[in-house]
């Protein structure tokens, strides 16, 4: 299927599908290229259609190895699109897929190459808000890196930024992946640069661990740890390494390093990560997988196809999509959803059956626990009462008339 795009470009083929649109190869006057053409209903948005024209210069002034750059964005009648440079190669969550986790050389420096990307886009006032594996492209003609790396480009700038207008997600809505999302999104502060490098921090956690610091279960549950947990350290890797991660991680946007400081200091650490294998790590346990509900034990049954955690897609219900680009529009969670459970609980040691802190298990042992100490605290009264009553009862049953006369003051 062939169609046009704008008066300039030809759409020739399919090459994913994405919640925000989908991604052409394409034909311009320069050449090859990929034609990301945004979904009927954001095209038929008038206001995101102005937004859209008032990021052009913006984005088109983006020009850096390390990111794809956008040519061109065409409005024309119900079409909305990007045009970007052709990358030939893979995304990083299809690389993930295929190796779960990548030796730490080869990790550090695809991350330190979104780095400077992020730089200069930070540079130049533009966040790109939902970076994520899917969002990073592998050059597989450019030269090898550092443990074999390809370049790494970031792409899919302002399309977060384009999908969150006032209208479509009200002050009640956040825009992103779960995953990925930095604390002060999900407590509804106006996202500036350093959530990009938490989001990356995130990436470059789940590239060695293979799986995200604070994904797994519910989206509300992933959300929640975001805002109340502390990571979990990873064994295995240098000291210097963990502490940026750390500092990348920081609830507090402020204790960040910027995308310039990470990028450098990140390849100051490849040296020390030469040859070194993938890491041996475990992925946390879900809750289904732990048995924190009080559903009796059944037979074991046949291994499952591992789900990759945290993607939710924009239109509920939908199927996934073939590129897994998973915006998210959810309700920001209240104060004390956000203060519900202890730190560290989802991932906290506890004893061989016990409930799992703030699951349906743990709430009703709890409700047990206040009712039997209210029955208790019932009867002690009830018991203190009565003995209360007998002990007076007995002085005035024993007390004779002339003892109760004899104890009157005497009269003149």
């Given at each position: 299927m062939v169609r046009k795009i704008g008066s300039r470009y030809t759409a020739n083929q399919i090459l994913g599908r994405g919640s925000a649109g989908t991604v052409w190869l394409g034909e311009?006057?320069?050449?090859?290229?990929?034609?990301?053409?945004?979904?009927?209903?954001?095209?038929?948005?008038?206001?995101?259609?102005?937004?859209?024209?008032?990021?052009?210069?913006?984005?088109?002034?983006?020009?850096h190895p390390h990111v794809v750059s956008v040519r061109d964005l065409v409005v024309d009648g119900n079409d909305l699109a990007l045009v970007m440079d052709l990358v030939r190669g893979t995304d990083l969550r299809t690389r993930l897929d295929r190796e779960r986790r990548l030796a730490p050389e080869a990790a550090v420096a695809i991350v330190a190459d979104v780095a400077d990307g992020l730089a200069a886009a930070h540079a130049a006032g533009?966040?790109?808000r939902d970076v994520k594996p899917e969002n990073v492209l592998l050059?597989?003609?450019?030269?090898?890196?550092?443990?074999?790396?390809?370049?790494a480009l970031l792409?899919?700038?302002?399309?977060?930024?384009?999908?969150?207008?006032?209208r479509r997600t009200r002050a009640t809505k956040i825009i992103g992946t779960p995953d990925y999302l930095a604390p002060e999104i999900i407590e509804g502060l106006p996202p500036r640069a350093a959530v990009d490098i938490y989001a990356l921090a995130t990436v470059l956690y789940e590239l060695l661990a293979g799986f995200t610091p604070f994904g797994g279960g519910h989206p509300g549950a992933v959300l929640r740890r975001h805002v109340t947990e502390t990571v979990v350290p990873l064994?295995?890797?240098?000291?210097?390494?963990?502490?940026?991660?750390?500092?990348?991680?920081?609830?507090a946007p402020a204790s960040r390093l910027r995308a310039s400081e990470l990028g450098e200091r990140l390849r100051e650490q490849l040296p020390l990560l030469a040859g070194m294998p993938p890491l041996d790590v475990d992925e946390p346990e879900s809750e289904a997988e732990a048995g924190y509900e009080d559903a009796p034990a059944a037979e074991p049954e046949a291994p499952r196809e591992r789900v990759r955690r945290g993607a939710v897609p924009l239109v509920p219900g939908a199927a996934p999509d073939s590129n897994r680009d998973t915006h998210t529009s959810m309700r920001v969670?209240?104060?004390?959803?956000?203060?519900?459970?202890?730190?560290?609980?989802?991932?906290?040691?506890?004893?061989?059956g016990a409930p799992r802190p703030g699951s349906a298990r743990h709430r009703a042992s709890a409700r047990r626990r206040r009712i039997t100490l209210g029955v208790a605290g019932a009867a002690l009264v009830a018991?203190?009462?009565v003995g209360t009553w007998l002990a007076a009862s007995g002085d005035d049953a024993?007390?004779?008339?002339?003892?109760?006369?004899?104890?009157?003051?005497?009269?003149?």
């Open positions: 311009g006057p320069e050449g090859p290229v990929a034609i990301k053409l945004l979904r009927e209903d954001l095209a038929s948005d008038q206001e995101l259609v102005g937004r859209f024209v008032q990021e052009r210069t913006a984005l088109l002034g983006l020009d533009v966040v790109h050059d597989m003609q450019g030269p090898l890196g550092p443990g074999g790396s390809h370049p792409t899919d700038f302002g399309v977060a930024k384009l999908i969150d207008s006032p064994p295995g890797i240098p000291e210097e390494l963990w502490q940026l991660i750390v500092q990348c991680l920081a609830k969670p209240g104060p004390d959803e956000l203060a519900g459970g202890a730190r560290g609980t989802a991932r906290a040691p506890r004893a061989a018991a203190v009462g024993g007390a004779t008339p002339s003892d109760t006369e004899n104890s009157a003051p005497a009269t003149p």
